[in-house]
């Protein structure tokens, strides 16, 4: 049990001290407060653009190409085992396995989690996806489409699950406090 814990200690320290940095410099861009769980992987980083205030759980698995960026905004969090997955195969390639095809769909659509979003654990974002503005996506959901601001999307494909706020007076009150 204290060898586990050790290890554990071990891959937060690394990460603060090589994983974060590393991103922070090879992300497109990158806001202030940049915070990625241990254990996580970004592939083609020049593609993802991060804003302030980020927070990511451990595990985090973001994977692109040139056809799909991907934009998170400021303040979203990502809970533990989050993947999100630009571009896509073309599988209509027919000159040998899938695995030999190096060229990627040129039909892959970007990638946005707005402004304030927060992505529960193990959830899968795929191209196309448009995560609206303070949305909330429960744990286990995949979303391959748009999700309305404000709103608590589930399920596989997530969907409108219900409001965040009861009333209009509650929903005026926190977009007057984020501006």
């Known amino acids: 049990m204290a060898k586990q814990v050790m290890l554990l200690t071990f891959r937060k320290i690394i990460n603060r001290l090589v994983h974060r940095p590393y991103y922070r410099f090879t ?6 407060k940049f915070k990625i ?9 020049d593609l993802v ?7 990511s759980g451990p595990r985090t698995y973001i994977s692109t190409n040139e056809f799909c960026p991907i934009k998170i905004c ?5 809970g533990p085992d989050v993947m999100i997955l630009g571009g ?34 193990r959830c899968i974002i795929l191209s196309g996806s448009y995560i609206g503005e ?8 995949i979303v391959n489409s748009f999700i309305p601001p ?14 965040r706020f009861p009333d209009e007076s509650r929903l005026r009150e926190i977009l007057k406090n984020v501006k």
């Open 27 to 32: 992300l497109k861009e990158c806001g202030k």
């Open 37 to 45: 769980g241990y254990n996580s992987e970004i592939i083609k980083p």
């Open 49 to 55: 653009t991060v804003g302030s205030n980020f927070f």
């Open 74 to 78: 400021d303040n979203v969090m990502l």
């Open 88 to 121: 896509n195969h073309d599988y209509s390639y027919c000159e040998n396995h899938m695995i030999f095809n190096k060229i990627d769909n040129t039909a892959s659509s970007p990638i946005t989690i707005s402004e304030g979003c927060w992505v529960g654990a």
């Open 134 to 141: 303070g949305a909330i996506i429960g744990a286990g959901s």
């Open 150 to 163: 404000y709103l608590i999307a589930v399920g596989s494909p997530a969907k409108k699950f219900f409001k």
